[in-house]
């Protein structure tokens, strides 16, 4: 089955920084990769995905790229905010899989003004 | 809307003894599932279903049962709570299709004692 790696577990940045996180994938199948962010005592929530026929997708502040050669995507924070700081997920999943996503186990982000 | 709806947030179990998690979601989404969360380990699937009267094995279903009887509901059942299922439970739902991130509820957080 499909595994997840997402490095690294804890960042911690100063305000206005950016910040990325990593994450490798093993299933080539996997054409679906959603990244939660996860406030404290809240259930995730999704904020960017991207499918493997782009490379790049962008939302404000936060970009998500893939490598599909390479089996691996990145989260891209710019000009962090204080309220960024979150625990962070990715995830994959294939189309013969009803959606099933595989998470990665999550990177704990500190944005310290 | 509601969105997806918990109950309940917080629950201690001695060992043994059995309960249900509730979720519902008002989106009319086809698909629904169960993850617990665990530190360092991200989330994990343990049942899911892809309508009424369909559900199927994830990661981790094992001491946990079941049952899609409407669209809108989805309960979990532990049989005989054990330490070992200490953790947040999450549901989540979505439409079926492509490109449809899921919607998570806020969470139980269960202690087995």
């Known amino acids: 089955g499909e595994n997840v790696e997402q490095h690294p577990s804890t960042l911690s940045v100063q305000e206005g920084d950016s910040a990325v ?31 493997s026929n782009v490379g790049e997708k962008k939302d404000q502040r936060i970009a998500v790229t893939l490598n599909k050669t390479a089996k691996h995507f990145s989260l891209h924070i710019t000009e962090t905010q204080p309220e960024d700081s979150a625990v962070y997920f990715c995830a994959a999943s294939t189309d013969d899989s009803w959606g099933k996503l595989q998470f990665g186990a999550g990177t704990q982000v500190v944005v310290t003004p | 809307n509601a969105g997806v709806t918990q ?57 946990y049962n079941v049952s899609r009887s409407t669209t809108e509901d989805f ?30 509820g806020s969470g139980t957080r269960l202690t087995v004692v």
């Open chain 1, 21 to 51: 996180i990593k994450c490798t994938y093993s299933d080539s199948a996997s054409n679906y990769f959603p990244w939660y962010k996860q406030e404290l005592g809240k259930g995730p929530q999704l904020i960017i995905d991207i499918r």
């Open chain 2, 7 to 63: 109950t309940p947030k917080f629950q201690v179990l001695k060992t043994g003894q059995s309960m249900t998690l509730q979720c519902a979601q008002d989106m009319n989404h086809e698909y629904m599932s169960w993850y617990r969360q665990d530190p360092g380990m991200g989330l994990r699937l343990i049942h899911y279903s892809v309508g009424a009267g369909i559900t199927d094995q994830g990661e981790v279903p094992n001491g």
């Open chain 2, 75 to 104: 309960p979990l059942r532990l049989l005989s709570a054990a330490p070992s299922q200490t953790s947040v439970y999450f549901c989540a739902s979505r439409r079926l299709g492509l490109g449809d991130g899921y919607t998570f």
